[in-house]
C-alpha cells in the first residue's frame, strides 16, 4: 500500500538510529561452536586450551578452544595464553554474498489491481575492496491503468583505508513514474566508518557528496549537488528473526530547503534453508517534489527473500 505523510515512522526512524549503539549492546555475546551451535552469554577467562564462558542458560562452561569457531563473528585466537580470551579479526578474504526479493499482488473483480516489486543485491569483498550492486523494479497497477514503473541500478566501491575506515564511491540510475522522475543519474563520494560487523549485528554510516540530475515527464530538469548522510543498521533479535534498517538523507548545497530522505525498516524471519519471509516498510520524503506530486510516498511490502 502507498499512504501520503507518515510522521510516526520519521520519529521511530530517528529514535532507532539514535539508540541504535546502546541497544546492540543490550544483547549478549554469541559464541558459535564448530559443530554450529550457539550459545549466548559472555566470556569469563581462557587457559591454554579452554574458554570459560558465562551461558544465559548454562551458567559457566569450560569449553575447549579447538571447539570454538567464533565470537560475535569473530575467531579465537588459540595461540594466546593470557586470562583473556584474545579476538584476532582477519583481513578481508575473498567472499560473496547477496539476495533476492520478491513481493507479488493481484486482485480481479471489483477491483482489479497488479503489483510487483522485485529487488537484489549482492556484495562481495576482495582485500581491502568491497563491492556491491543493487537492482530494483517495482510494477504498480489499478483498475486497467497503465502500469506506473520504477527502477534503480546501482553500484558501488569501499576501498578501507583503514581497519574501520572506508572510502566510497558509487553510480546509480533509474526512473520513477510514481514521482513524474523520467530518469536520474547520480555519482558521489562519501567516508564511512563500518562501526561493528559480526554475524549477530552490523551498524555503518557515511558522509560526502552527491551529485544528482533528474529529468521531470513535463520536460523540466533538476541538477545539484548535494550532502549525503546514509546509514545500514542489522540486528539478529531472537531465533535468527533479523531486524534491519537504512536510511539517506541528501541536502542541496545550493538550497537547504531542497531536501529528500529513504528509509526501510523491517524485519526477516526464516523460513527453510535460506529462504526468508521479509516485512518491509520504505518511504521517502522530497519537499520539493516533481509539478503535481505528493512530497511523501509510503509503501508497506511482505515478500519472500532468498540469501546467499
Known amino acids: 500500500m502507498r499512504n501520503g505523510s507518515c510522521p510516526l515512522f520519521l520519529l521511530g526512524m530517528i529514535g532507532l538510529t539514535a539508540i541504535a549503539l546502546?541497544?546492540?549492546?543490550?544483547?549478549?555475546?554469541?559464541?558459535?561452536?564448530?559443530?554450529?551451535?550457539?550459545?549466548?552469554?559472555?566470556?569469563?577467562?581462557?587457559?591454554?586450551?579452554?574458554?570459560?564462558?558465562r551461558s544465559d542458560s548454562f551458567g559457566e562452561l569450560s569449553i575447549?578452544?579447538?571447539?570454538?569457531?567464533?565470537?560475535?563473528?569473530?575467531?579465537?585466537?588459540?595461540?594466546?595464553?593470557?586470562?583473556?580470551?584474545?579476538?584476532?579479526?582477519?583481513?578481508?578474504?575473498?567472499?560473496?554474498?547477496?539476495?533476492?526479493?520478491?513481493?507479488?499482488?493481484?486482485?480481479?473483480?471489483?477491483?482489479?489491481?497488479?503489483?510487483?516489486?522485485?529487488?537484489?543485491?549482492?556484495?562481495?569483498?576482495?582485500?581491502?575492496?568491497?563491492?556491491?550492486?543493487?537492482?530494483?523494479y517495482e510494477s504498480h497497477s489499478l483498475n486497467g491503468s497503465p502500469s506506473n514503473e520504477e527502477y534503480h541500478l546501482g553500484y558501488g566501491v569501499d576501498f578501507f583505508f583503514r581497519e574501520k575506515w572506508f572510502w566510497k564511491n558509487g553510480a546509480a540510475r533509474g526512473a520513477n513514474e510514481n514521482r513524474a522522475i523520467d530518469q536520474y543519474y547520480s555519482i558521489g563520494s562519501a567516508i564511512g566508518r563500518q562501526l561493528w560487523?559480526?554475524?549477530?549485528?552490523?551498524?555503518?554510516?557515511?558522509?560526502?557528496?552527491?551529485?544528482?540530475?533528474?529529468?521531470?515527464?513535463?520536460?523540466?530538469?533538476?541538477?545539484?549537488?548535494?550532502?549525503?548522510?546514509?546509514?545500514?543498521y542489522r540486528q539478529i533479535l531472537i531465533r535468527s528473526l533479523e531486524l534491519f534498517h537504512t536510511h539517506r538523507l541528501l541536502v542541496s548545497l545550493s538550497d537547504a530547503k531542497d531536501s529528500e530522505i529513504r528509509a526501510d525498516i523491517g524485519l526477516k524471519a526464516p523460513l527453510v534453508d535460506n529462504l526468508f519471509t521479509?516485512?518491509?516498510?520504505?518511504?521517502?520524503y522530497d519537499n520539493q517534489p516533481a509539478l503535481g506530486t505528493d512530497p511523501s510516498d509510503s509503501q508497506l511490502t511482505i515478500g519472500v527473500n532468498y540469501s546467499w
Do not use: C, M
Request: no cysteine.
Open 22 to 53: 546502546p541497544y546492540s549492546q543490550l544483547f549478549a555475546d554469541e559464541l558459535v561452536l564448530t559443530n554450529g551451535d550457539r550459545i549466548q552469554g559472555q566470556s569469563v577467562a581462557q587457559t591454554d586450551d579452554h574458554l570459560i564462558w
Open 64 to 136: 575447549a578452544l579447538e571447539a570454538v569457531a567464533s565470537i560475535n563473528g569473530v575467531a579465537l585466537s588459540s595461540a594466546a595464553s593470557t586470562s583473556e580470551p584474545s579476538l584476532v579479526l582477519s583481513s578481508f578474504s575473498n567472499s560473496y554474498k547477496g539476495g533476492l526479493s520478491v513481493t507479488g499482488a493481484y486482485a480481479s473483480g471489483n477491483e482489479e489491481r497488479e503489483d510487483w516489486d522485485i529487488e537484489s543485491a549482492v556484495e562481495w569483498r576482495t582485500g581491502d575492496y568491497r563491492h556491491n550492486t543493487n537492482i530494483n
Open 278 to 284: 521479509e516485512l518491509k516498510f520504505e518511504w521517502i
Open 197 to 232: 560487523d559480526t554475524e549477530s549485528s552490523a551498524l555503518s554510516a557515511e558522509s560526502g557528496l552527491t551529485w544528482i540530475s533528474e529529468e521531470f515527464d513535463n520536460q523540466s530538469a533538476d541538477n545539484r549537488l548535494t550532502w549525503s548522510w546514509s546509514a545500514d
